[in-house]
């Protein structure tokens, strides 16, 4: 799976979370935050894909159940995260 695949895989599982994604020129900034109870993950549009991913992942990974979730295997994979039993 290409980094484009696994980034689009990581935002659909990010919105399923409750994250709402915001793309916009951030000079190289991002990453998650939380506004009055709304999850938000902010995405430099000029970042390219893999730079793009790594915030993705890093707000995934701060989700206490991602390990329930059902994550293609690739992204898993990327993500270090087993299905918890």
């Not at 990581?10 to 939380?34: F, K, N, S, W």
């Not at 506004?35 to 793009?52: N, P, R, T």
């Amino acid at each position: 799976m290409h980094t484009v695949e696994l980034l689009e895989a990581a935002r659909a599982v990010a919105t399923q979370l409750g994250y709402q994604i915001r793309e916009e020129h951030l000079d190289g900034g991002g990453g998650a935050c939380t506004v009055a109870g709304q999850k938000w993950l902010f995405l430099d549009v000029a970042s390219d894909a893999s730079e793009q991913l790594e915030l993705v992942a890093a707000a995934l990974l701060g989700e206490p159940n991602i390990h329930q979730l059902a994550l293609v295997p690739e992204l898993a994979r990327y993500l270090g995260v087993r299905k918890s039993a």
